[in-house]
């Protein structure tokens, strides 16, 4: 999909794309303004955004700009070194939204890749790169993009986005956690119970305000292969639970927030996020709710229906954690989506404007029995959709005769594979794309990961490592590869495709090699 004389672009790309380097004072800036990169979002046949903040000091105060509005520029070329511009323009770059522009852009040929560039004060960012769309009429051959998240700053390294800013991708989906509001405080327990020391240090405590917020994400945008995994390609961007709060549903927090306390949390949360990912107008907040989720389609190969399933969940029925069901479990009043979200979900699997239907977003819709030693009842995990059972079964349900459903999930911190069945027909295909870095090294296999596959016929594919997940579509055949790294504590993580798992449209199974 993309020829290597624009490969060759791409190391252009990655030799400019060096982090906050500070300069000597031009243009009014005492540092270089575009310390936090620049990226695209959101792309159609005609178009994408492309966004950019300036922030010359990206973790003091307002990034380090005065509180005055600020022009900057952009330019869209068809070529790497952006000799032949087909769109320019002007922003103003403003306080209210810390510096932030976002450029909508359209009139863009389909399916062709575009480089762009903004300028300020005499300086340049990096030259970025996206691809449109395939023209909703056409008839793609093939798709390949990735899907990542989960990226605690603490954790681990972003060793993964610099893989991935060497795909060959079309784009990327971003399933959530693109921040961790938390702060480990300088030791943590890991999943074996080891106290570990971070590898990296959050700035500041946990977030509370929209500074706090602000700051998390300068802090994340300087890692240099997110900005290089930003440069490459263009994302489309969800939201999970740690760009608020821990395992947070609707107006609740899971620790007896008043709901009118929580609301301002989400409302500095969600302006946060919009200021910082290139994301359309109309994901543009409203106080403490967000418009997230929408849809987008590959020619008549994949349409996409991305979700959003936290800000109409009801608060979750039998606790948040790992535990055994309570009597609340199938509460058909228990809701994990909106019920406007959950009628646009259906009509759209129904009517399939493509080969493939990819429902895209966060939480693990598998019912699994994560026992890993023995116990009287089995154990969920209740922040997923196994514990919200009525809504899970209700959208299976819709799912039955589709034959065409792959579902794409993250939050788990692990690779999973595994079928979604309505009742015991098997209806759709799921694929668990693991952590950028939450997590830290992991391993293979976690240890309790042979007994969780042997519980449940369902789930084919277990894998406890850091990476991320490219699909490869054509009409009759989807794959997964599920690539990870062997450690992303310290440099250098080595990368292998570790499985690869296929899907023939037809038949909702699946076959991992
Ligand atoms: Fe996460």
Known sequence: MINRRQFVAG???????????????????????????????????????????????????????????????????????????????????????????????????PDRPYWYRFRCAGE??????????????SSPRSLRFGVAGCQNYEDGLFT???????????????????????????????????????????????CQDLADYRRRYAQYKTDPDLQRAHAFHAAFHTIDDHEVRDNWAGDSDTTDTPPELFRLR??????????????RRALFPRGPSIDAWRGARYGDLVSFDFLDTRQYRTPHPCGDDFLPPCAALTDPKATMISAEEEAWLVRNLSRPQARWSCVAQQV?????????????????????????????????????????????????????????ADGDTPVAVEFVATSISSGGDGSDRRRGSDRILAANPQLKFINDQRGYAVCDVTPETWQTSFMVLDQVTTPGGALRKRAVGTVERGRAALTMS
Do not use: C
Request: aromatic share 8%.
């Open 266 to 279: 989400r409302a500095a949360a969600f302006q946060a996020w919009y200021e910082h990912m290139p994301v």
């Open 11 to 109: 190391a252009a790309v990655s030799a400019l794309a060096a982090p906050a380097i500070l300069r000597a004072q031009s243009g009014g800036f005492t540092a270089f303004p575009f310390s936090l990169g620049v990226a695209a979002g959101d792309p159609a046949p005609d178009g994408f955004v492309i966004w950019t903040r300036l922030a010359p000091d990206p973790l003091e105060q307002h990034g380090g700009m005065a509180m005055a509005p600020v022009p900057v520029t952009w330019e869209v070329g068809t070529d790497e070194s952006l000799r032949t511009i087909v769109a320019r323009g002007e922003e103003k770059a403003r306080p209210e939204l810390a510096h932030s522009v976002h450029v909508e852009l359209t009139g863009l040929q």
């Open 160 to 206: 993964a986005y610099r893989h991935i800013a060497d795909e060959d991708l079309a784009f990327l989906y971003h399933y959530g956690d693109y921040i961790y509001e938390s702060w480990q405080g300088g030791v943590q327990t890991s999943h074996s119970g080891l106290i570990t020391t971070p590898v990296r240090h959050h700035v500041g405590q946990r």
């Open 364 to 420: 693990m819709m598998m019912s699994l029995d994560r026992r890993t030693a023995d116990g009287p009842a089995p154990i969920l995990n209740m922040d997923s959709w196994a514990g919200y059972e009525a809504a899970r079964r209700r959208l299976l349900a819709r799912m039955r005769g589709l034959d065409n459903v792959i579902v794409l999930t993250g939050d788990e911190h692990q690779n999973f594979a595994g079928i979604l």
């Open 124 to 137: 340049k960012s990096v030259i970025g790169r996206a691809r449109t769309l395939p023209a909703l009429g």
